[in-house]
């Protein structure tokens, strides 16, 4: 997920609400005009960088280690397990393979109010094995990488957890911080499975953050969709020989696909249909018995989404119909669109510019400069890494299960510039910064605007309402939260077999 259009906010023009969140940050210190904020607040806030940059050399090789196993949704275990012991061997209560999920853990500290949660990614994507090289060249050919970054985002969040966790037992800080080790995040949506367990219930606040080109807290929206498979199955005979005793699947999967792309006329704006046919016969000379395509549905609003859906599943009940075959369908993935938080988004804005950007030693500029030549024209300066980028809202074109979690608990984000500017997501540039030292520098900026934030929301009860009371306005009266993925079981089989 990446932001595509952002539309920066005046602040010549701060509407009430925004009135009342800056009003709330300068009271509290967390917003500093000159001369800087409490002495209290600032020792805090010393300690706790100063936490992290104690344990940097530990928390790299930790990272290194994710990227290296580079493990895929779900199958997660050895990279699970490293965060879960550093969590235990700093003191935190670790319970693992919650939600059913195998390498989903939540790892707490501490007792009572406010309940503050980190989340933490750790999965891989396959086929983007890259070394930690400027130039395309993999570690294993086709084999997975990390190339979301969730190695970067899973040892931050633990660092973050563990630099709030020492400055709370030394100086007697009540409240509770919990990291929760969320699995499978592309593609598998670890993080539904824990929202309908019931696992965010008593939580005040949960914070995430990503990998990225920027440095960038805007508070900013993604799409909410379901994906899923369509499953023909018809009658096979010899295409020549006997074809009257056949009935094609791959007929009921191409009459599908037709109504599916007459009906996008007929869908409300910003609607995203997309399709591949995963499975649609072997030999030209056999009827296929078997055919299946698997689509996604997204918009903005996942009531819309469900709504195209059901008319998808109409299509191909029309298509089993029509081609005399029968059809089933299973629900992949589902998640909601992120519900924007401006007032968390500012608390941890005004964070990230007191840690600020990523800038590079002269050996990593040659590594940035030869990645920038195989990028796109026309992007971003290498030295934009250093800085934050004006407070704005973002419009993502992507979905993040981090949605779900924002729909039952008030919910930012922010990235780091752990990737060269420019780089996209899920691309061999993004692997090979993340194994290096700019990745690693990203990480700990993150780790450090991280717990900075959790340190402001621990101490700022009027933080914590003022972003709950945003929250509750933007959901809505009377929502309820129901999973777009139904009852099923989490999908531990969908990147197949471990190896
Ligand atoms: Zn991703
Ligand atoms: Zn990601």
Redesign the pocket.
């Known amino acids: 997920?990446s932001p595509q259009v952002v539309h920066p906010l005046s602040s010549r023009t701060l509407d009430p609400m925004q009135r009342q969140i800056t009003t709330i940050l300068l009271a509290s210190g967390v917003l500093s005009l000159t001369p800087a904020s409490p002495a209290g607040a600032q020792d805090a806030r010393t300690q706790l960088t100063a936490g992290i940059d104690a344990r940097r050399a530990e928390y790299v090789a930790i990272a290194n280690r994710i990227w290296s196993l580079a493990e895929v949704g779900y199958q997660e275990h050895a990279s699970s397990k490293l965060l879960q012991e550093e969590l235990s061997r700093a003191g935190f209560r670790v319970e693992a393979g919650v939600a059913g999920i195998p390498t989903a853990f939540v790892a707490t500290y501490g007792s009572g109010k406010p309940v503050i949660g980190v989340l933490a990614?750790f999965d891989a994507l396959p086929g983007l094995s890259q070394a930690a090289v400027p130039e395309r060249k993999a570690v294993t050919e086709h084999g997975p990488g990390h190339a979301?970054?969730?190695h970067l985002?899973g040892t931050a969040s633990v660092a973050a957890g563990i630099a709030v966790k020492e400055w709370m037992a030394r100086t007697g800080q009540r409240g509770t911080i919990r990291v929760y080790g969320t699995p499978a995040?592309?593609g598998g949506g670890g993080k539904i499975y824990m929202v309908r367990a019931g696992l965010f219930e008593d939580v005040d606040v949960a914070l995430d953050w990503?990998?990225g080109s920027s440095n960038d807290a805007g508070p900013g929206s993604s799409l909410a969709n379901i994906s899923g498979k369509f499953r023909f199955r018809g009658l096979s005979a010899h295409a020549a020989g006997a074809p009257w005793s056949g009935r094609s699947a791959l007929d009921a999967v191409e009459a599908m696909n037709h109504m599916v792309n007459m009906m996008r006329e007929h869908v409300p704006d910003g609607t995203r249909i997309h399709y591949v046919i995963t499975s649609g016969g072997s030999a030209p000379n056999v009827v296929p018995d078997f055919a299946e395509v698997y689509y996604y549905a997204r918009h903005r609003d996942a009531t819309i989404v469900r709504d195209v859906w059901s008319r998808f599943e109409k299509a191909a009940e029309g298509a089993a119909l029509g081609t005399g075959t029968k059809f089933e369908v299973e629900v992949i993935n589902g998640v909601y669109a992120l519900l924007p938080n401006e007032t968390l988004a500012r608390m941890i804005d005004a964070n990230l510019r007191r840690v600020g950007g990523v800038s590079y030693t002269a050996e990593e500029r040659a590594f940035a400069e030869r990645i920038a030549g195989t990028l796109a024209k026309g992007g971003p300066a290498i030295a934009s890494s250093d800085s934050v980028v004006p407070f704005g809202v973002s419009d993502a074109g992507g979905s993040?299960d981090v949605g779900d979690v924002s729909w039952v608990v008030p919910n930012s984000g922010f990235s780091t510039a752990t990737w060269v500017p420019g780089t996209p997501?899920h691309s061999w540039q993004a692997v090979a910064a993340g194994g290096m030292g700019i990745g690693h520098k990203g990480m700990i900026n993150a780790a450090k605007t991280m717990a900075l934030s959790i340190h402001d929301l621990l101490t700022t009860p009027q933080l914590v309402a003022a972003a709950r009371a945003e929250f509750e306005k933007k959901r809505g009266a009377g929502f309820r939260y129901a999973p777009l993925i139904g009852e099923r079981k989490p999908p531990l089989d969908y990147r197949g077999s471990p190896k």
Do not use: I, V
Request: net charge negative; hydrophobic share 25%.
């Open positions: 997920m990614e979301c970054g969730h985002f995040e592309e990503h990998p993040t997501a």
